[in-house]
């Protein structure tokens, strides 16, 4: 599942409620620790979102860029019709996107686990 979030402080939600309601899609979530996010998923609902959104863009360039990229590289096929130089190439853009987005000391899995993963 492809999923992008937009986060916000919960004291200033009306934003997010505001493009929940031009975009019609999605679905806003009020955390315990005082952030509420929009959450849109799916792949043609996240594609279409970042399309429409990339020339406005300020701050995550390169992220979207890549996520567009492994939208169409993954379009109607299932995972495992992939062959494994596709898998490595998605492996190399999700690390990508991951390096390109604030580090977090506590990562799950290292890009080499991440394409370890994806080309079993």
Known sequence: MFTI??????RHREPL???RS???IGHLHD????????RINGYSQ???ILQSMQPYI?????????ALKILEAIEGKSFLSLSVKSRTQLADW???????????SARKFS??????????
């Open 5 to 10: 979030c937009f986060y916000q402080d919960s």
């Open 17 to 19: 409620q505001w493009m």
């Open 22 to 24: 031009v975009l019609e």
């Open 31 to 38: 955390r315990v620790d005082g952030i509420t996010e929009l």
């Open 46 to 48: 996240v594609q279409k």
């Open 58 to 66: 300020r701050f995550k360039k390169q992220q979207v860029a890549t």
């Open 94 to 104: 999700f690390s990508e996107i991951r390096e390109a987005n604030y580090h977090s």
């Open 111 to 120: 890009a080499d686990e991440i394409k370890e993963l994806l080309t079993r």
